[in-house]
C-alpha cells in the first residue's frame, strides 16, 4: 500500500518523541509506576482511520492539558527498536524500571521467554512509555499490556467492510477487490499474532472504554469524543 501523504514523516516525528521524553524528565525526573498522566491506547480494525484520529486527539490533549503529547504508532515504534542506542535513551530517559516491565509481559503468555525478542523490545517501550503519560500508542497490542495500568484510557476503532474497503482503495490507490482481499489478510494475521503471545482477543469489547463506529463517526468527532474522556472540560462530567 502506498504510503499515507497525511503521517508525517518518521524523523519529524522522532524529534518530537525525543523531546517529549526530554521535556518529562526535566520537569518530572525519574518517577516509575506511581505518575496519573494519562496515556491513550488505540486499536483499529485495519482499513479505519487510526492515524487520523490520533492526530486530531492529540492535539486536543495538548490543547487541553498546556503540555506536548507523542503518538506511537507502528512506524515509530519500529524505528525506535531499531536503533539500539535510542531505544535504550528514551527508555532511560522515561525513567522506567525495567524489571516490573519484564515481571508485569512475563504474565501475558508463556511465549514470552521464546525467540520473539522484536516483539518483546516493543511491548517494553509500550508500557513504560504507557507508563509514563501523554502519549496516544496506535495498535501493537498496547490495549492488552496496559490493561492493569491505571492512568491509561482504551479506545477502539471499527468499521463495516464495504466503509473498510472503500477507505483503504481510496489511500492504497488499488481496487476494491485487492483492497478486502489486503483487509482480511492483515487483520487476521494482526488478531492470530496478537492472540497468540499475548493470550488475548484485541477485538474482545471489554477491553475498551469506548468503542466506535467509523461509518457513523467522522475522525474529529471520534477524537473529540475520547477527548471527552480522557481529559474533561470544566463542567463536563468524566466518564469513569
Known amino acids: 500500500m502506498a504510503r499515507d501523504p497525511l503521517i508525517p514523516s518518521i524523523e519529524q516525528r522522532l524529534r518530537g518523541l525525543i523531546e517529549v521524553s526530554r521535556r518529562n524528565l526535566k520537569e518530572h525526573g525519574f518517577t516509575g509506576v506511581e505518575r496519573a498522566r494519562p496515556t491513550v491506547t488505540l486499536t483499529r480494525e485495519f482499513g479505519c482511520e487510526g492515524y487520523p484520529v490520533a492526530e486530531k486527539l492529540q492535539g486536543l490533549l495538548e490543547k487541553r ?25 528514551i527508555l532511560r530517559e522515561l525513567g522506567t524500571k525495567n524489571r516490573f516491565i519484564d515481571d508485569m509481559i512475563s504474565t501475558f ?38 490493561q492493569e495500568i491505571g492512568n491509561c484510557y482504551h479506545f477502539r476503532i471499527v468499521a463495516p467492510m464495504s466503509f473498510k474497503v472503500r477507505s483503504c482503495a481510496a489511500r492504497g490507490e488499488m481496487p476494491e477487490d485487492r483492497a478486502q482481499d489486503l483487509i482480511r489478510e492483515k487483520q487476521r494475521r494482526r488478531d492470530d499474532f496478537l492472540k497468540d503471545f499475548l493470550g488475548r482477543d484485541i477485538a474482545d469489547p471489554t477491553l475498551y472504554h469506548l468503542v466506535f463506529n467509523n461509518a457513523r463517526f467522522s475522525a474529529d468527532r471520534i477524537a473529540a469524543l475520547m477527548a471527552d474522556v480522557v481529559l474533561p472540560l470544566p463542567g463536563d462530567h468524566p466518564v469513569a
Open 65 to 89: 492539558s498546556g503540555v506536548p503529547w507523542v503518538v506511537m504508532d507502528r512506524a515509530l515504534l519500529d524505528a525506535v527498536a531499531r536503533d539500539h542506542n535510542l531505544s535504550e535513551k
Open 109 to 146: 503468555s508463556p511465549r514470552w521467554k521464546s525467540d520473539k525478542d522484536y516483539y518483546r523490545l516493543l511491548c517494553r517501550q509500550i508500557v513504560a512509555l504507557a507508563q509514563q503519560g501523554n502519549v496516544i500508542l496506535v495498535g501493537r497490542g498496547a490495549a492488552i499490556l496496559a
